[in-house]
């Protein structure tokens, strides 16, 4: 039976060993050890690319006039994309009684925090004056200084923000049963005494069940929008911007079906190799894989859907200067940037049409992590390949990326894996209280 | 430029140095100076400008000097001078970074070591007394030309003294060919001073008088007045490299220069009405040249031969253009140049030189390579060399005396046209440099001050000294127009042979390479191919292929075992089989900004073939980084630099753009007071950058340096964009547009770009984080932004020298033009002391008020009788990408081409 959301034969206690277990007793396996190692270093790199960046300034990147905007900016897009599966699988397929989800929903959360959390981290670095970025703040600033509304930089400051609030207590929130269950089950007074200051008393009463239940649908319910406004408002960040190629009204569903695609395509990655050296193939069942996959191939078709219309558009406008840009993309001088993200992003995920290619776990692993490059390319060629070609010709000159580029973006990617890498050794990975539930449905529809 | 790390013992040098500069800076010049305009003493915050003039090949572009506290801090053109008109060229504006450039000379040095001045003295004077026995035998002295009554004087004195004493002259740049086809022609060596202004038709062969040489200043001036479509002039251009005047005429033919000869003889034939070879143009131009005789003019260029400048003589003395387009004066020099420094090189090699005095310049770079300069100056066994910097010559010379820079020395000048000028110093020497004359007096034996030398050579004394000191010309001092009766001489154009030729031409920014440390000329762009920081062997593209060479690729030019490797260019409009060498780089002491960079062409060039020689080139492998500011010159069918011919101009209609009624979401900001605005005559426009220095000068802009202008971090306020694919080349100036409707103002997440109440778009720096997305949202990209800490970097002004009433910006924040808002702040605080509105004219910015051909205009446009209103209501006024409807303040006109209908076909 390949088509369980549960495999084998678990009961209550025997899920609730198994997934605290993973925390409380799992002895650390070497492979951990040199994930964790590689992940540190990418950090270190990123910190101290960061050290370097305050000390000079941002001449370090490859950002120039015409194009101001660089790695920092696509990274933040493509980090903010990945951050959205997350709250997506949580809230959205918990408000549609999608069970299956019970099994994912922790650590793609998790991602999504520690995504959203790297993404925002971004948009700082970026700017000239880093020190000063509390200035996008409303605060009350003696000389009644506020910030410049009509500039999208502002509400992506409040959106993200928001995001990030919302999806932390969600998370948060959810962990309280499995933080109790972890106070119970672990030993020493150090570690009791931190579980139990995160789980805030949790007994399982019944009446904390009653809050509880309806605590996390109403932030669920809050998530839920958020899913959609988080993106649809980064990509005001460039629809608001006259320039061609940044300048169009599809980029928000574009924006946030892109986010959703990237996001799955990642919760593949990190749930591929999870499942397996974690063994917990039985919660982690090819049907999850299934599921994602055809959200992968669903949204992977809406975002070629946005690249065609991209296309359509610029020569429907008839705008000289948006159809110069979309030829300047498939001919100019980023032109094997663009034919590569189309393959990557659109060709690629046509494989999972395959009921075959969808059930093989190598399979769905590779093309997780093609679509996931293909994503930062697009969010690249938007990016730059628009700043690089606008109005004036004389101004034209396209973005070259430095060392240090390409170091902070590794960076990034170490930070992140760094910290799944301890989130999966301290907290469980599984959501232990929803596993339990899923055991009981699962038998009852057995009977 | 980006910043280099500081460590403790540059800090320290760095601090001892400020504290020697800012003494320095403080003590005025020992004589008595008079200010410009008020006399009134040195106030707080209230700037003085101070006439005076700066020298180049012998001839003076009169300046005002902006002074505040004593420290020299902006040069602006003296409209009271015939060569300036009160308009300026990059190297005036550039003067004031080389008067504070850290890494001029400090020191007296003998063979490299500090010494004393009366150690010089001491040695000179006993080396004198030993020559004196044979009237100064083996005593040298050489000069650049002398344009200075008061040098004059001096060497006059010194040779009374010395009979047997010679001197001997030397410019890189030399006018030898012209001066010698003046000889040829009249008997004579004369100057030419062209009326651009009087001329109807003007035929340009090899000759760049809108771009370069003596007097190029007035002649943009007055050539531009002449380009209003009611009375415009007609310009035929024949040249090897696309010049500034080439760019600016009607037709434009690029030949070979062998081929040029050709050209000038059978146009000489065609006006004479004698069967020609029918070559390009030469029937039409001509034809021209004959219907408006008394109203036209041929200019030859210095690169052709002296019987071809006799020739071009006979021409316009037959076009009854002497008088009217044309006035002949007394040359600079009566020394043919290449000869002069040649014997010298002779002399000293043969051991018949005993003390040499070198007088600026620096021939052991620059002389020709035939002459081996350098190596001979070993043989003499007293050489000093006064001189701005330690240079190659310093190296080679026994003795270095660092010399005074312009604005800290009293001298004189004369004008292109013959005018004389006081130079007066605006600050005593910050180095405790010594001026020319200074130097010869204090080796010969004169204690006179060096005022009272000037007063006593231009016979001036108290109110007329005080006038003309004032005026910063004196008067009625031009001479009377020679007049000269032209002889027959014979011109056998040279045989166009096949092969290449190799021209040397001056570098739009580095001049002769007496400009290498300077750091804002070496990243101006160059107005042909916009590259910086770099000289390149410029081809066509037809020669490229031939080449098998694209631009960047090293090619290896060669006279016989004589080679020069360079970067190769492809330059839209060079002549084919000729292969184009600015001069000026390869500087081995130059400064840490001007050393090691480019490479040096003077190697190639001999005293025989100054400006072009036959020469072998192909590929050499390998290939250099060359930088460009622009790396897209085709307009793409967007026209953003609009073009019509004389018939379009004339049946246009008034343009309604300006006041156009347009559709917002916003409302309309509302004016009470002044409207700036700006428009900019493209049909003006030659794209001589003159605009883009003074606005850095102004606004303490700061340079960036190679690697970082190649990034695209330029920071210049105004550029200069150029296009290639327009019918003839076009020149756009775009500083900030100013629009109504800002689209950077609407995405500043903090503010710091905000509309003031008269419609200037102001950036504000202390509020700025740097997050760019103006810069992204501004269509005409013309914001900049510090990437590093560039202010900070080297070949920056010191901050003394700095304007005070312009914020340096640090890094992280973005910076662009504001239309001089210090100006209009300083307009505006004389208005409303005397209780007035900013009258009319009374605010200048500092592009408009460099600008040679007037080609901006800048003013209020509530009122409707401004200039910058009347100008905007031109049936060729435009709005730079209009479709988008920002509503910019900054608008342009059209440029127009007066093509001659019998040549429509050339």
Same mark, same amino acid.
């Given at each position: 039976m390949n088509s369980q959301v549960l495999r084998g034969r678990w009961g209550y206690a025997s899920v609730t060993d198994k997934i605290s277990d993973l925390v409380l007793r799992r002895p650390t396996h070497w492979l951990w050890a040199l994930g964790f190692g590689i992940a540190g270093t990418l950090t270190l790199v990123l910190l101290g690319g960061m050290v370097w960046l305050f000390a000079v300034?941002?001449?370090?990147?490859?950002?120039?006039?015409?194009?101001?905007?660089g790695f920092a900016i696509v990274n933040f897009v493509w980090w903010i994309g990945i951050g959205h599966a997350g709250t997506f699988i949580s809230a959205f397929l918990l408000l549609l009684r999608q069970k299956w989800r019970n099994s994912i929903n922790r650590f793609a959360e998790a991602m999504t925090l520690f995504a959203a959390g790297i993404a925002g981290l971004w948009p700082v670095l970026h700017?000239?004056?880093?020190?000063?970025?509390?200035?996008l703040v409303p605060y009350p600033d003696v000389m009644d200084v506020w910030p410049q509304?009509?500039?999208p930089l502002v509400w992506d400051f409040f959106a993200i923000s928001t995001y990030l609030t919302v999806s932390l207590l969600f998370w948060y929130v959810g962990l309280i049963p499995d933080l109790a269950t972890l106070r119970d089950r672990a030993h020493g007074a150090w570690r009791r005494m931190v579980y139990g200051f995160f789980a805030?008393?949790?007994?399982?009463?019944a009446r904390h069940w009653a809050r509880f239940e309806s605590a996390y649908l109403l932030l669920a319910g809050l998530a839920a929008p958020l899913v959609i406004s988080v993106h649809s408002i980064v990509s005001l960040d460039f629809a608001?911007?006259?320039?061609p190629g940044y300048?169009?009204?599809?980029f928000p569903p574009y924006f946030v079906a892109g986010a959703l695609f990237c996001g799955f395509a990642m919760v593949l990655v990190i749930a591929i190799p999870m499942r397996r050296f974690l063994g917990l193939e039985d919660f982690i069942t090819i049907r999850h894989l299934d599921n994602a996959a055809k959200i992968l191939l669903a949204t992977g078709l809406l975002v070629a859907y946005g690249y065609a219309m991209e296309v359509f558009t610029a020569f429907y406008s008839g705008d000289k200067y948006e159809i110069a840009i979309a030829l300047d993309r498939m001919k100019g001088f980023y032109a094997p940037v663009y034919w590569t993200l189309l393959f990557l992003?659109?060709?690629?995920?046509?494989?999972?049409?395959w009921r075959r290619a969808r059930r093989s776990v190598a399979t769905l692993f590779v093309i997780g992590i093609l679509v996931n490059i293909g994503m930062w390319l697009e969010r690249f060629m938007i990016v730059e390949s628009s700043l690089a070609h606008?109005?004036?010709?004389?101004?034209w000159r396209p973005f070259i990326p430095t060392g240090w580029d390409w170091a902070m973006l590794a960076g990034s990617v170490g930070l992140f894996a760094l910290l799944f890498l301890a989130f999966v050794r301290v907290l469980p990975a599984l959501s232990i209280f929803e596993m339990r539930e899923l055991v009981e449905e699962e038998k009852e529809e057995a009977r | 430029m980006s910043p280099t790390p500081i460590t403790r013992r540059d800090f320290l040098k760095l601090a001892g140095a400020a504290t020697a500069l800012a003494t320095g800076a403080c003590t005025a010049p020992p004589d008595e100076i008079v200010p410009y305009v008020r006399p009134r003493?040195?106030? &707080?915050g209230i700037a003085q400008f101070y006439a005076t003039a700066m020298t180049m090949q012998g001839r003076a572009l009169g300046v005002l000097v902006q002074s505040d506290m004593g420290r020299p801090t902006k040069v602006e053109g003296n409209p009271a001078h015939p060569s300036s008109l009160g308009a300026t060229d990059v190297f005036a504006q550039a003067s004031i970074l080389e008067l504070w450039d850290p890494a001029r000379s400090r020191t007296l040095r003998h063979r490299g070591t500090p010494a004393t001045r009366e150690a010089l003295v001491a040695e000179w004077r006993s080396a004198l007394a030993g020559l004196e026995a044979r009237g100064g035998e083996g005593l040298r002295i050489l000069t650049g030309y002398v344009g200075s009554a008061t040098l004059r004087a001096q060497l006059d004195g010194l040779a009374r003294t010395y009979p047997a004493m010679q001197r001997h002259e030397w410019e890189p740049l030399h006018r030898d060919n012209s001066l010698e086809g003046a000889r040829l022609a009249f008997g004579r060596r004369v100057d030419c001073a062209y009326r651009f202004d009087a001329a109807d038709v003007v035929v340009a062969v090899d000759a760049d008088p809108l771009g370069e040489g003596p007097g190029w200043v007035r002649h943009a001036r007055d050539f531009a007045s002449r380009r209003a479509p009611q009375s415009m002039s007609r310009l035929y251009a024949v040249e090897s490299f696309p010049s500034i005047t080439g760019d600016m005429a009607d037709h434009r033919v690029a030949l070979a220069p062998a081929a040029l000869e050709r050209w000038l003889a059978a146009l000489d034939a065609a006006l004479r009405g004698e069967a020609s070879t /029918? =070559?390009?143009l030469v029937e039409a131009a001509a034809h021209d040249l004959l219907a408006h005789r008394g109203r036209s003019l041929v200019v030859a260029g210095e690169g052709l031969p002296p019987a071809a400048h006799a020739l071009v003589h006979r021409i316009n003395a037959r076009l009854g253009a002497?008088? $009217?387009?044309v006035s002949y004066l007394p +040359?600079? #020099? &009566?020394? $043919?140049c290449a000869e002069s420094v040649a014997a010298l090189s002779r002399d000293m090699r043969a051991g018949r030189v005993q003390a040499l005095l070198i007088l600026g310049g620096n021939p052991a770079y620059? +002389?020709?390579? &035939?002459?081996?300069f350098g190596a001979a100056l070993a043989r003499v066994p007293l050489s000093v060399h006064v001189s701005l910097y330690e240079d190659e010559t310093s190296a080679a010379c026994a003795w270095h005396v660092p010399r005074a820079h312009y604005l800290e020395e009293w001298s004189d000048a004369t004008a292109h046209e013959g005018t004389v000028s006081i130079v007066q110093p605006l600050v005593a020497p910050l180095h405790g440099g010594v001026s020319i004359h200074e130097a010869v007096a204090m080796l010969g034996d004169d204690a006179a001050s060096p005022r009272d030398g000037v007063m006593r050579a231009l016979h001036l004394e108290g109110a007329a000294w005080h006038t003309a000191l004032r005026d910063g010309v004196v008067a009625s001092?031009?001479? +009377?127009p020679l007049a000269l009766t032209v002889r027959d001489v014979a011109f056998d154009p040279a045989d166009v042979a096949d092969g290449w030729t190799v021209v040397f031409r001056p570098d739009a920014a580095v001049h002769g390479g007496?400009?290498?440390?300077n750091a804002w000329l070496q990243e101006l762009p160059r /107005?042909?191919?916009?590259?910086?920081w770099d000289n390149a062997a410029y081809v066509s593209a037809t020669s490229a292929a031939r080449l098998g060479a694209k631009s960047g690729d090293l090619v290896e030019v060669a006279r016989g075992a004589r080679r020069v490797v360079a970067p190769l260019w492809i330059l839209p409009g060079h002549a084919d089989d000729a292969v184009s060498l600015p001069l000026g780089?390869?500087?081995?002491?130059?400064?840490p900004v001007g050393s090691h960079i480019g490479f040096d062409?003077?190697? =190639?060039?001999d005293g025989g073939f100054a400006w072009s020689a036959p020469c072998s080139v192909r590929k050499a492998g390998g290939a250099h980084a060359l930088v460009t500011t622009q790396l897209h010159t085709r307009m793409e069918g967007r026209e953003p630099a609009k073009h019509m011919t004389l018939a379009e101009a004339l049946s246009?209609?008034?343009? $309604?753009?300006?006041e156009r009624p347009v559709e917002s979401l916003y409302p309309d900001w509302p004016y009470d007071s002044y409207r700036w605005a700006m428009a900019i005559d493209l049909n003006a426009?030659?794209?001589?950058?003159a605009c883009t220095i003074a606005c850095q000068s102004e606004n303490n802009i700061p340079t960036v340096g190679k690697e970082e202008a190649g990034r695209g971090? #330029?920071?210049?306020w105004i550029r200069v964009d150029r296009y290639d694919d327009g019918p003839t080349p076009l020149h756009q100036p775009v500083p900030c547009?100013?629009?109504?409707?800002?689209?950077?103002e609407a995405v500043c997440p903090v503010g710091a770009t905000v509309h003031d109440s008269e419609g200037i778009n102001v950036q504000i720096y202390n509020r700025c984080?740097?997050?760019?997305f103006c810069s992204n949202n501004?269509?005409?990209?013309v914001r900049r932004f510090n990437?590093?800490?560039?202010?900070?970097?080297?070949g920056e002004r010191p901050v003394e020298g700095s304007n005070p009433q312009v914020t340096t910006r640090m890094r992280g924040v973005m910076e662009k033009c504001n239309y001089c808002l210090q100006r209009i702040t300083r307009a505006r605080l004389q208005a409303d002391k005397e209780g007035r509105r900013i009258a009319e004219g009374e605010v200048v910015t500092a592009c408009q008020a460099a600008c040679p051909t007037r080609a901006i205009s800048f003013g209020d446009? #509530?009122?409707?009788? #401004?200039a910058v209103a009347q100008v905007k209501r031109s049936p060729r006024g435009y709005t730079l =990408?209009?479709? =988008?409807?920002?509503? /910019?303040?900054t608008t342009y006109l059209a440029r127009v081409s007066n093509p001659n209908p019998q040549a429509a076909n050339e």
């Open positions: 300034g941002v001449g370090i990147w490859g950002v120039n006039i015409p194009v101001a905007w700017l000239g004056r880093p020190w000063f970025f509390y200035w509304w009509r500039s805030l008393g949790w007994r399982g009463e608001i911007g006259n320039t300048h169009s009204t599809i992003n659109v060709v690629v995920p046509q494989v999972l049409w606008d109005f004036l010709p004389s101004a | 003493a040195i106030a &707080d /029918p =070559l390009p002497p008088g $009217a387009t +040359a600079v #020099s &009566d020394v $043919a620059d +002389a020709p390579a &035939d002459v081996e001092t031009a001479p +009377a007496e400009f290498a440390p /107005p042909e191919s916009k590259l910086v780089y390869g500087r081995e002491r130059a400064g062409a003077y190697p =190639l060039r246009a209609h008034s343009a $309604a753009h300006a426009c030659i794209g001589c950058n971090r #330029s920071m210049h547009m100013q629009c109504e409707d800002a689209p950077c984080v740097g997050t760019r501004c269509p005409y990209k990437f590093f800490h560039y202010s900070a970097g080297l446009l #509530s009122d409707p009788a #401004s =990408l209009e479709e =988008l409807n920002t509503r /910019p303040r």
